[in-house]
């Protein structure tokens, strides 16, 4: 398969040269396929954020090489990022971040209004994307008045409504009940048949086994992979 993410080298130092600096990333080398649902695992603490951030372009390296098609994006304006951010790709925060205050339909609307998309539009892709995540019900009601999982397809809706063709998710199953972990799993494998590429960090059992590629990562490094040929270092 076709590579979509490269990350060469990959150093991320928060408050570098400072007495409490952290080490998140360490010299971290890693290609995503295009159209793979890659897993990155590993305890609190060990990076996992930190790098689906950096993959996500929301972050960037300290130090280290992101590609993104072939395309080195280390040069590009915060602006450029940013734009290149919303068409490309998806990415669901571990809290959601939805806006309170504003309706379901409100909140998955936001990517398309730096796009300059007129409202009834915005309403009705919106609203469109709800219903197909199974939320027809919910679109005029605030995430305050929803369950975790609602929330979290809310925020899944507002990741795709751009039809990015890479979706991040950053440890979805942390505030859902185990019963919603299978629904989550449908939307996934939804999306990959769909060609995306997906990315996600998670303990989750149950994902696990559903990934193309598994990576650990420990303390900033990656230790090792699976994938369907077994383990590989
Ligand atoms: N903005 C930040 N400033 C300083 N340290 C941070 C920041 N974000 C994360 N860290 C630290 O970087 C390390 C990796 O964090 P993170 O990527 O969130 O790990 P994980 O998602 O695996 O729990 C941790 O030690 C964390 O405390
Ligand atoms: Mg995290």
């Known amino acids: 398969m076709k590579e979509i993410v490269r990350c060469e080298g990959i150093w991320k130092i928060y408050?570098?040269?400072?007495?409490y600096e952290v080490r998140a990333l360490s010299d971290l080398c890693l290609t995503i396929s295009r159209g793979s649902f890659t897993i990155i695992g590993g305890p609190s603490g060990s990076g996992k954020t930190t790098l689906i951030s950096i993959m996500g372009t929301i972050e960037r390296p300290s130090r280290g090489g992101i590609s993104?098609?072939?395309k080195n994006i280390a040069g590009f304006s915060d602006v450029a990022l940013s734009s290149l951010r919303r068409k490309r790709i998806g990415f669901v925060f571990q809290d959601y971040n939805l806006i309170p205050g504003l309706c379901a339909w409100e909140n998955v609307s936001v990517p398309l209004v730096p796009e300059g998309i007129p409202i009834r539009e915005?309403?009705?892709?919106?609203?469109?994307?709800?219903?197909?995540?199974?939320?027809?019900e919910r679109a005029e009601h605030s995430p305050e008045e929803m369950s975790g999982g609602e929330?979290?397809?809310v925020a899944i809706a507002r990741a795709l409504v751009n039809n990015p063709d890479i979706v991040i998710l950053d440890e979805?199953?942390?505030?859902?009940?185990?019963?919603?972990?299978?629904?989550?799993?449908?939307?996934?494998?939804g999306l990959k048949a769909q060609g995306r590429t997906i990315i996600?960090?998670?303990?989750e059992e149950?994902?696990?086994g559903n990934a193309d590629i598994v990576y650990e990562l420990i303390k900033g490094r990656l230790t090792g992979h699976a994938d369907?040929?077994?383990m590989h270092q």
Do not use: C, Y
């Open 15 to 19: 408050n570098e040269g400072k007495p």
């Open 68 to 70: 993104i098609d072939g």
């Open 122 to 136: 915005r309403k009705d892709r919106a609203t469109g994307l709800l219903e197909t995540l199974g939320l027809a």
């Open 151 to 153: 929330r979290q397809r």
């Open 172 to 189: 979805p199953t942390s505030s859902i009940d185990k019963e919603s972990v299978s629904g989550l799993l449908d939307i996934m494998k």
């Open 200 to 203: 996600v960090s998670t303990h």
């Open 206 to 208: 149950r994902l696990l």
């Open 228 to 230: 369907n040929n077994g």
